[in-house]
């Protein structure tokens, strides 16, 4: 954004899915027949089937291949998702190989929140089971059933005992450590609104877990026969006569090495938000939606090559190329918002109420903010805003008062009607300018007054659209009173009336929210098989995590934060016993 800090920007904010290496697809580098890169090519405009990307680079010669491994089951890639393949492969008894393009000690492991269901270690701490159909179908109304609904059961029915398995390295003291968001007294494990639905299950663990976490699954597949070739960048597969995937050749530190896998390859690199050519072409909706003045932009997702890869051999690309973050921006775009996503009111540049502020979770309230007129977009509530947040659902970026308490927020309201015209904020913390220009990685300026006119004012609205400010909270209020949004449809436990001064908003400038990772990839069956043009499955050639699509619909939405997370321990688990079973 250019004014603000994107949510999942934040580097401590709401789990997502990790990253392992970075690397340009240009490590491997190989050469069209002509000896032209694939980086120096252009195969047509942006978004047209054409873009160089998608062309298949000459193969590479068995003369250029400087060694060679035999295994059953090859990963390529050691995030989330092929850290628990490997182990999963090795446990089923398969002969296991694995490529890493960073090296051992550079290995990152990014997110620390795990959303999940019926997990032993939720029920030790007092989570009640949830009932799986009933959780199976919310997520497909919230992908409008653009999730491949086998793939998506089978998740559900087996994230508990994953997690559990996740886990299952840790002392009893660490397990005991794991901060499970939004779970206090008084607080129900279920919540309603507009149709989609949402519970309680995001465990969070520190930095220092996760990385014990997954270190430890590393070294027990290591243990149990599995060998990493690190810094060797998966390059392209290897099919025989018939289309099947035998292996895969990648790049490491002595040139080509080629794995043959009997059983099967399963891609594991992560999404394709770091490379801007397959953004440009394949984030159509994105760029539909954007203003002259956005652009879609990544700096903390893969480069996409494992999805190439999967592609020249015949994989077909889900037409539903989900992202977390980037098709839209809302006045909640930040964990350290002060009242993080709670449908307050919202307005647009022209003072204007323009959606259902609490319908469903955060990504579906804001899609509707990507389409409002440039400049300001607020959100304004009153001083009885600790009822307001305990009304909420359980989501991404809610704001956690079982966590957090209310003597900040208090605090910081405090200090905004201290502060007049210059709101909370002061020297490093925030710009003390109208229309909340914020500093990156700065909370927003909170705004108080006694009266609408004032505060928006504040918020940087003149003019007609001050007017039209004052005269939407009055109308707000009437709604709320009547108990029925006839506006926006907004459930009635939601409708709060703004009457208790002072009165308190915060304002960003409107933008597309920046792109976290992307979250579609190649098409797979409910094995995580990759499909062909005849939507039937590639022999040999298997996908998981952010590499692969029919998880989410257009947009990352879940009722428990941080199932991009557990989406890819538990497919990529599920897929390597599959694939060893062969």
């Given amino acids: ?83 628990c393949a490997m182990k999963a492969a090795v446990e089923a008894g398969a002969e296991v190989c694995a490529m890493q393009e960073t090296s051992e000690d550079a290995l990152l492991f990014k997110g620390h929140s795990y959303g999940h269901i019926n997990s032993e270690f939720l029920k030790s701490r007092g989570v009640p089971e949830v009932d799986v159909a009933e959780f ?76 014990k976490m997954y270190r430890g699954i590393i070294g027990e597949a290591v243990a149990g026969g599995a060998e990493v070739l690190w810094e060797t960048k998966g390059c392209q597969l290897v099919t025989d006569e018939a289309g099947k995937v035998v292996g895969a050749i990648g790049l490491g530190p002595n040139g080509y090495v080629k794995v043959n896998a009997s059983k099967g390859v399963i891609l594991t690199t992560g999404g394709f938000g770091s490379n801007e050519e397959m953004r440009e072409d394949l984030l159509y909706e994105i760029k539909e939606s954007m203003g002259e003045q956005d652009q879609i932009s990544c700096n903390l997702d893969c480069d996409g090559s494992g999805i190439q890869m999967g592609y020249w051999a015949g994989g077909r690309l889900d037409p539903c190329m989900g992202t ?45 903010g990507a389409k409002q007129p440039d400049g300001v977009t607020c959100s304004v509530f009153d001083s009885n805003v600790e009822e307001l947040i305990k009304a909420q659902a359980f989501g991404h970026m809610s704001y956690d008062y079982a966590e957090k308490g209310f003597d900040g927020l208090h605090e ?42 004032t505060l928006g004012k504040y918020l940087g609205y003149a003019g007609q659209s001050l007017e039209n400010f004052v005269a939407t909270i009055e109308r707000y209020n009437e709604l709320c009173e009547k ?84 989406t890819a321990n538990t497919l990529g688990r599920l897929t390597a016993e599959y694939v060893a079973s062969l």
């Fill in 136 to 211: 199976f179908n919310d997520w497909q109304v919230r992908s409008n059933n653009r999730s491949n609904p086998g793939l998506i059961m089978r998740y559900i029915t087996h994230v508990g005992e994953t997690f559990d398995w996740l886990i299952e390295g840790l002392t009893d003291e660490e397990k005991q450590s794991i901060y499970i968001c939004y779970l206090m007294e008084g607080i129900p494990f279920k919540r309603e609104f507009s149709g989609v639905k949402t519970w309680i299950g995001t465990a969070r663990l520190t930095t220092k877990l996760v990385e």
């Fill in 483 to 566: 108990g029925f949004d006839e506006d926006f449809g907004k459930d009635s436990g939601l409708l709060f009336p703004i009457k208790t001064p002072p009165f308190y908003g915060f304002a960003g400038t409107k933008a597309l929210g920046v792109l976290m990772v992307t979250v579609g990839g190649l098409l797979v069956d409910e094995n995580g098989a990759v499909l062909g043009k005849d939507y039937r499955p590639i022999p040999g050639l298997f996908a998981a995590g952010n590499a692969s699509g029919g998880r989410f619909g257009w947009q990352y939405s879940t009722s428990i934060g941080g199932e991009s997370l557990t």
């Fill in 1 to 83: 954004m250019e004014n603000g800090l994107s949510r999942r920007a934040f580097l401590g904010g709401a789990a997502f899915a990790g990253i392992a290496g970075m690397g340009a697809l240009s490590a491997c580098a190989p050469q069209r027949r002509g000896g032209e890169s694939l980086s120096q090519t252009s195969g047509g405009e942006a978004g047209i089937a054409g873009a160089s990307w998608r062309d298949a680079p000459a193969k590479i010669g068995d003369d250029e291949i400087a060694e060679t491994r035999d295994c059953e089951a090859l990963v390529i890639g050691l995030g989330h998702a092929g850290c």
């Fill in 412 to 453: 910081t309201m405090e200090k905004a009607y201290a502060g007049g015209e210059q709101g909370s904020a002061d020297g490093d913390e925030a710009e003390n300018t109208a229309g909340a220009d914020k500093a990156l990685m700065s909370p927003p300026t909170l705004y108080a007054a006694d009266d609408y006119e």
């Fill in 324 to 368: 977390m973050d980037g098709a839209y921006w809302y006045p909640t775009d930040s964990p350290i918002d002060p009242i993080g996503a709670t449908s307050s009111l919202w307005m647009n540049a022209d003072g204007k109420r323009y959606c259902n502020e609490g319908f469903g979770s955060t990504e579906l309230q804001a899609m509707p």
